[in-house]
């Protein structure tokens, strides 16, 4: 193709590339299992070394539980932070249902098994938006650049080389997604029931692995019966029946864990992001539920009532309304600024985060424990897009397609803004990841539209090319000053919600029906497009590098530690991480937690314990040492690492000889 053919049809044709369409998904699986061996095998945080734990318990013992009591009768449990002490026996408070999925790849690869299923399900949630996006608008260049954005302006990659069960899950509720839209499609068919069917197993199965597949489930049931199968009440009853065997070997899981026979728990009353604290959600989530049985949205009338309401912009105009109302409510204000900060800006996180390890550095930037912490846009400028589709749905334009993107999108934004929970330890907002396919599926529609309306947005290949390298370089270059430093930060932090507001502004403008030929904001608009899929590819490039230096840089470390402690010593500490396979070594390992005024007396007593049996007992970092101020004399250790640097413990004094690192 020549030079003045445009981006979006650059091998993007109707037909789609026939290689890639036949080999496609082979060879994505095999670079993604080349990728996946070449990761180191360590963890960054509590919640993968807590997963590795899990699989290992399983795999080793057949067990749920990952600690006891290190075989000594006195001692408490030895609990860590987000786990429960369970007659005895320390019980994670995520799903057990990830253990039971990656024991085959663990017994085939060890720690690397697990990052090879991360690395898979990644290549399945490729596949499978591209898959929906053709269902939904049975546009293959649209299902091709869908998939483009998600795979390469995306940060989901970056999670497709560590360990957490988040694109397990996702890839599940893609394929459910997929299996509904198709059900939809062929409403009437004599298989549209089985897809149904299929589509809640995948979720009920989901929900074994992280416990917010229930913001899918409600998601999908709430489309299928008013925008996806309107005609076939039963076609939701289906959908749900399709759930219920993995709802009920969640609740069997968590019985076992924690005595409760539900699918939904994180501990036995509560754990640290506890179920009952969302109480009034679900409640109205199931009153909507069941009125939506009594609505009949497929009869003319209602169809007659809803085009009346398209065609005057009472949707929008009522929207409207309803915000500026809830602006006037303290509660809706709230909810709304917390929606602003994890979706727009994260430097405008409450303050109160602190107490959660959100910290701003000298120029104001916030950091999760050293890593730069950015909302959604700030990931992705090119998210300004999804208001082109936005537009279209107020119209009333591809209502059913752009209806389960808008939901699914807005049940994940939605749920997390109620507390302002920001996914804790990472660079990036990990917790929307399963937003991610649906916001690239509508930025898809939006760059499809625009190029087919407006005829100055199509750029030719070459200065499309030359505006995303100009967007890489943006960020590469400000990375070059330092990942520290104030000028890489404000390219991180600020140019991208500089970008994404302009390119708001540019759509703004082609939307007002001014008669004008849109020359300008189109072409402004293309050019914010690339330099903003340049910049999103930059940051995610930086997230997969800051993720993968952290792992290498942990590898020695683990390594060194793993067998340099006596047989039935206990290790407190809070880097969980660093102490991935000490258990393996026969040590035990306990963790005060955040609230270490609140667990300093049973810290005291496992110490007690264990030394009263004759174990070593170690005390990790000379911080966690004086905020514990344990009783006796205490002295200083060092451990020597391979890469020269030295970890500092602390030992009883009149233990110091004998337990000598």
């Known amino acids: 193709m020549s030079d003045t053919t445009s981006f979006m049809a650059t091998g993007l044709s109707r037909s ?37 734990q899990m699989v290992r318990a399983l795999v080793d013992h057949g067990a749920l539980h990952i600690a006891e009591t290190g075989g000594v009768e006195a001692s408490p449990a030895l609990q860590t932070l987000l786990t429960h002490s369970v007659d005895g026996k320390v ?11 990656a024991a085959p790849f663990y017994l085939l690869l060890g720690i690397k098994g697990l990052v090879l299923m991360n690395a898979l399900s990644l290549v399945v949630i490729l596949w499978a938006t591209r898959r929906l996006a053709l269902t939904l608008f049975a546009d293959d260049r649209l299902a091709w650049i869908a998939m483009a954005l998600l795979g390469l302006a995306s940060f989901l990659p970056v999670y497709g080389f560590i360990i957490l069960p988040h694109l397990s899950s996702l890839a599940l509720v893609m394929l459910a997604a997929e299996r509904s839209a198709h059900a939809a499609s062929e409403a009437g068919r004599s298989r549209f029931r089985l897809w149904l069917a299929l589509a809640g197993l995948c979720l009920g199965i989901a929900v074994n692995l992280r416990v917010d597949v229930i913001l899918a489930m409600a998601c999908l049931v709430f489309w299928v019966r008013l925008f996806g199968l309107p005609n076939h009440r039963s076609a939701t009853l289906l959908l749900i029946a399709g759930m219920v065997p993995g709802l009920l070997v969640a609740s069997v899981l968590n019985d076992a864990k924690f005595g409760s026979f539900v699918p939904i728990s994180y501990g036995p009353k509560s754990g640290a992001d506890s179920m009952t604290k969302y109480m009034a959600p ?17 009869g003319p009338r209602f169809r007659a009532l809803w085009a009346r ?19 006037l409510v303290p509660a809706a204000r709230g909810f709304l600024f917390n929606a602003w900060v994890l979706v727009v800006d994260l430097q405008q996180a409450s303050d109160w985060q602190a107490r959660l390890g959100l910290q701003r550095d000298e120029w104001g930037f916030a950091n999760f424990y050293g890593l730069n912490k950015k909302a959604l846009v700030q990931s992705m400028p090119w998210f300004a897009l999804c208001a082109f589709p936005l537009a279209a749905l107020f119209q009333g334009r591809d209502v059913r397609s752009l209806s389960l993107c808008f939901s699914a999108m807005a049940a994940i934004f939605a749920f997390y803004s109620l507390r302002q929970w920001h996914g804790g330890f990472a660079v990036n907002m990990r917790y929307f990841l399963p937003a991610l396919p649906f916001a690239a599926i509508l930025g898809a ?24 390298v100009a967007g890489l370089a943006l960020l590469a ?22 970008l994404a507001g302009v390119l708001l502004a540019a759509l703004f403008a082609l939307l007002l029906p001014t008669g004008r030929t849109h020359t300008r904001p189109a072409a402004l608009s293309a050019g914010l497009v690339g330099l903003s899929l340049g910049h999103a590819s930059m940051a995610s490039a930086f997230d ?6 952290r792992l290498n840089g942990l590898g020695p470390h683990i390594e060194a530690v793993s067998t340099s402690f006596p047989d039935g010593a206990l290790i407190v500490t809070r880097t969980l991480e660093l102490f991935l396979d000490v258990r393996e070594s026969g040590a035990h390992i306990a ?33 966690l040492f004086n905020s514990l101020t344990l009783n006796d004399s205490w002295a200083s250790q060092s451990l020597e690492t391979a890469t020269g640097s030295s970890q500092d413990f602390y030992v009883p004094t009149e233990d110091a000889a004998r337990c000598a690192l």
Request: with cysteine.
């Open 544 to 549: 997969m590098i800051t993720y993968q230096s």
């Open 91 to 101: 019980m994670p408070q995520y799903p057990s249902g990830y253990a039971f999925l």
């Open 445 to 468: 529609y939006a760059l499809c539209q625009l190029w087919a309306r407006f005829p100055s947005f199509r750029l030719s290949a070459q200065s499309w090319r030359i505006l995303i």
């Open 477 to 498: 270059i400000s990375g070059a000053a330092g990942q520290v430093s104030p000028i890489h930060k404000a390219a991180l932090f600020l140019l991208p919600l500089g």
């Open 309 to 327: 309401i398209y065609r005057r912009n009472v949707l929008l105009g009522g929207l409207m309304i309803a915000g500026l109302g809830l602006l």
């Open 282 to 298: 679900f409640a109205l989530l199931s009153a909507a539920f069941l009125l939506s049985f009594l609505v009949d949205t497929s």
């Open 591 to 623: 963790d005060p937690g955040l609230k270490i005024d609140m667990e300093r007396s049973r810290i005291q007593s496992t110490v007690d314990a264990f030394r009263s049996e004759g174990r070593c007992v170690y005390v990790h970092t000379g911080t």
């Open 16 to 52: 789609g590339p026939s290689l890639v369409r036949q080999y496609g998904f082979l060879l994505a699986c095999v670079i993604a299992t080349a990728l996946a061996l070449l990761v180191a095998p360590s963890t960054m945080g509590i919640d993968d070394t807590l997963h590795v």
